[in-house]
């Protein structure tokens, strides 16, 4: 199971960064796929990426709110602050974990820590807290 999602993954980024889904593009995608090098063989929990994918349709409309938001409202506080790692997270867990904190507008991963935190950007409004 674990191959195949690291294989799905693989091809879902080589679509999104492709946006092509021609026969040849699809077997090119799919033969880098293969030839990426593996990641740690650390154990992967099912309940943990569908727990991801969850969040992850659940940030597109808070995406969107948190533009409009910051269009009509200006957010002119900014804070940096240290947040812990799930713990036991795969490689592709981390990953898609900076890409859901990354992916809404007010928030962004400034640095990975390889001792388990990452580094994320805020911004906020004035009369916040």
Excluded: C
């Excluded at 900014?78 to 713990?87: A, G, T």
């Excluded at 007010?106 to 388990?116: A, E, F, N, R």
Aim: glycine share 4%.
């Amino acid at each position: 199971m674990v191959g195949y999602l690291n294989l799905i993954l693989r091809l879902t980024i080589w679509f999104l960064l492709t946006a092509n889904f021609s026969w040849e593009n699809i077997l090119i995608g799919v033969i880098v796929a293969f030839l990426l090098p593996g990641l740690n063989k650390t154990p992967v929990v099912l309940k943990d990426w569908l727990n991801v994918f969850r969040k992850i349709i659940l940030a597109i409309p808070q995406a969107y709110i948190e533009a409009f938001q910051i269009m009509l409202r200006p957010h002119t506080q900014e804070e940096v602050s240290m947040e812990r790692v799930k713990p036991n997270r795969t490689p592709g867990l981390i990953f898609l974990d900076i890409f859901l904190i990354t992916f809404t507008p007010k928030s962004i991963v400034l640095k990975y820590h390889k001792d388990g935190w990452y580094e994320v950007h805020w911004i906020r409004r004035k009369n916040h807290k």
